[in-house]
């Protein structure tokens, strides 16, 4: 029982390789998309044993914003869409330096080090300037990792792996068809991020993805948003050449029925 409401945030995650130059605007792609990736994927009505007090369809998303200190996407910088730059402007970052600036102005929640749990509360950078000669490359990795992983947004880089992290899905039965999703949109980058520029503002797509984790695909002009999406991710995998664009076939009948996977 002690770990049921950690658990409660199981989600099908997915990680595509991306290079150096690559993360900055896919991870804004991929960002602004969660609102889809939430709609086309709302499977988790469930909450503590009954139906979700708030009514969500996909509440497992939504945990990261009650499971954490300040409660709220909107107000809080380590889950769901963050607010970049303290203090925290509308937009994505512009560069990597910009990211790597923000990551480490966020607060450092949490670490263990030689088998102590510790909790700096203050921003990495801060706290790294307060180890002085203590801190070699080894430990600073460590602590960056830890640092890293507590960063709950719907897609985060996870530097170790030269990845970016993709996250709010729920799990569902073709979560297969989600990873192709990403990857397709990931391969087709450059014009997913055109359209993600010139459909909102970030902060629309903030509030789009809050409205779906409710109303999943009845959301208000999301299923339009997700056929736009899928035929970017589509392209993305005929690109590939190896018919992985079949994968996506289940959502494509989601978004015609209306339907998530759990109703």
Not at 34 to 56: E, Y
Not at 65 to 78: A, E, L, Y
Not at 216 to 240: F, M, P, Q
Request: hydrophobic share 40%; glycine share 6%; charged share 20%.
């Amino acid at each position: 029982r002690h770990v049921d409401v950690q658990t409660a945030s199981a989600a099908s995650q997915v990680h595509v390789e991306v290079t150096l130059e690559e993360v900055v605007p896919v991870l804004e792609v991929l960002l602004a998309l969660s609102s889809v990736f939430v709609a086309l994927n709302a499977n988790a009505p469930i909450w503590g044993g009954k139906l979700d007090p708030l009514g969500m369809m996909a509440s497992r998303q939504h945990f990261w914003d009650r499971f954490t200190h300040q409660r709220g996407c909107w107000s809080n910088v380590h889950v769901g869409l963050p607010k970049f730059e303290p203090p925290y402007s509308e937009q994505p970052p512009a560069s990597l330096r910009q990211l790597a600036e923000w990551i480490c102005g966020s607060k450092f929640l949490v670490h263990i080090e030689k088998g102590q749990l510790i909790t700096p509360n203050i921003c990495f950078g801060n706290w790294c300037a307060q180890q002085e000669d203590k801190l070699d490359e080894m430990r600073l990795r460590a602590a960056y990792e830890s640092h890293e992983g507590t960063l709950w947004w719907d897609a985060r880089p996870r530097v170790p792996f030269g990845t970016i992290e993709v996250r709010p899905s729920c799990q569902n039965i073709h979560a297969v068809s989600s990873d192709a999703l990403v990857l397709g949109l990931v391969e087709n980058w450059r014009s997913a991020l055109h359209f993600v520029r010139h459909s909102c503002t970030h902060e629309d797509w903030r509030r789009l993805r809050f409205q779906c984790l409710t109303e999943g695909l009845h959301t208000r002009d999301v299923a339009e948003v997700a056929r736009n999406t899928l035929t970017l991710a589509k392209e993305g995998l005929i690109r590939r050449g190896f018919g992985e664009e079949k994968l996506l076939l289940p959502l494509y009948r989601r978004v015609d029925d209306l339907a998530s996977p759990w109703l």
